[in-house]
């Protein structure tokens, strides 16, 4: 038994592709049916891969087959078998394909890689199937009031350019199974939601109303990579100043490189931040992050400052008082508001000396011998020679002194300071992370 194969047309020199679709019979620079109604052109669309996502230029970058579908009478062939022909971009040029064109395009080509990626389907009843691989990078309006916790959505659209709504009706073919991704599709920073068709009427006021075609998908941005290259080393370099809270308040040097390190640690991360960030006229939901966390870094900064500026206060303070303790323990006649001084020479009965039981005695010393060495002190002293009889006399001013400084003693006491700066500064830290996360994560 032989099998007999269909004649192969290509070797009949008289049938060309023109003379077969009668390419040369009509006049294909206008649309199909032109003068009656609108010619109904059906759309597909299959995403091969979501290239880039640039917050900067506020765009997005997609390759996609994108299909028509459409009937032309014109190009109506006898076939015995029904089957289609299929062309490749040559015969493009030579008929009327629709003029669809990406609306906020930046950049668009179609594919020549070996050739042009184009392709072209004609069944004998005149129905068409125009297919081509495309790259295009689109705008998209995205709101980075709450980045990186953000979710942004952006449309791919799709518009005839010369024909309105009363000569092309663009439609999609298959509602939203018109459109299909490829499920190996992903993004570093982003995690694909959904992917969905619309489609509206636009209006333009020298031209008129034109069908629109939207390719709708939106995108969550991955919180992982903003917690290790951002919010975590934040957090650290606030946990960072606390520790000069635990460092003795004499010990200046580290105190202060401390404060100046991490002050300039949160500056460098706040410019780096932005630096891959367009420069938008509102506050970005890691801003407030940083910007907080800038202020209690510097707050700790202050902190010290005003320990050290009360240390140096109660510093002199105390040796003013030590001074006036050392000029009242030197014998003096007169003034003598606080403490009474009696001077016995060597020359005292036993009698003056019982009278004197119970209050302090001690040795009467010159301002030489302040000044003194201790060893030369002791071998110029003569025991006996002097006494020095020191009485204390309370008064009223003296215990209102004393709780006036009781009173003053959390202010003026540096030790308090940190000890308090301890418990408040991480107490209110955590607290605003607990608000700044419950805003953001549930709100999302």
């Known amino acids: 038994m032989v099998l007999s194969c269909p004649p192969d047309v290509t070797k009949n020199r008289k049938l060309k592709t023109e003379q077969l679709l009668k390419v040369d019979d009509h006049d294909f620079t206008m649309r199909p049916a032109f003068g009656g109604p609108a010619i109904p052109v059906g759309v597909d669309v299959q995403v091969e891969s979501l290239d880039s996502i640039s917050e900067v230029d506020m765009d997005f970058t997609m390759t996609l087959y994108l299909r028509h579908y459409w009937k032309d009478e014109r190009l109506t062939f006898t076939s015995s078998t029904n089957k289609s022909m299929t062309f490749d971009g040559r015969l493009v040029k030579k008929i009327w394909v629709p003029d669809v064109f990406f609306v906020h395009s930046k950049r668009s080509f179609i594919h020549d890689t070996t050739t042009d990626n184009i392709m072209l389907r004609v069944f004998p009843d005149g129905h068409v199937l125009y297919s081509l691989r ?146 938008v006229s509102y506050i970005k939901a890691v801003d407030i992050y940083l910007w907080v966390s800038f202020v209690f870094v510097f707050l700790s900064v202050l902190e010290y400052a005003a320990v050290n500026y009360l240390s140096t206060v109660q510093d002199r303070r105390e040796r003013k008082m030590r001074d006036e303790i050392r000029e009242r323990s030197l014998p003096c006649t007169c003034g003598m508001s606080q403490t009474r001084t009696m001077i016995l020479d060597g020359n005292y009965s036993e009698a003056d000396t019982n009278s004197l039981a119970g209050y302090t005695s001690g040795t009467m010393v010159s301002e030489e011998d302040v000044e003194m060495p201790h060893e030369v002190m002791n071998e110029k002293q003569t025991p006996g020679e002097h006494m020095v009889v020191h009485l204390s006399v309370s008064s009223e001013s003296t215990t209102t002194k004393k709780k006036g400084i009781r009173a003053l003693k959390i202010i003026q006491n540096t030790h308090a300071i940190d000890k308090y700066s301890r418990m408040l500064f991480p107490g209110s830290y955590i607290l605003f992370n607990f608000i700044y996360w419950c805003s953001y994560c549930i709100g999302a």
């Not at 995205?142 to 000569?167: G, H, I, K, N």
Request: aromatic share 16%; net charge neutral.
């Open 134 to 279: 495309v790259t295009v990078t689109a705008a998209c309006n995205m709101d980075f009031s709450r980045f990186p916790l953000d979710t942004q959505t952006c449309s791919l659209e799709l518009e005839s350019y010369a024909y309105t709504d009363e000569d092309l009706m663009l439609y999609w073919k298959s509602g939203d199974e018109s459109l299909s991704t490829d499920d190996r599709i992903s993004l570093s920073q982003f995690l694909i939601q959904k992917f969905h068709t619309t489609s509206h009427l636009a209006f333009y006021s020298s031209t008129g109303w034109y069908n629109r075609l939207y390719i709708n998908f939106t995108l969550r941005r991955h919180i992982f990579f903003f917690l290790l290259q951002t919010y975590f080393p934040a957090t650290l370099m606030v946990m960072l100043s606390w520790v000069s809270f635990w460092i003795d308040r004499r010990a200046v040097p580290a105190r202060v490189s401390l404060g100046i390190t991490t002050v300039l640690t949160m500056s460098t991360i706040i410019t780096g931040v932005n630096a891959s960030m367009p420069r």
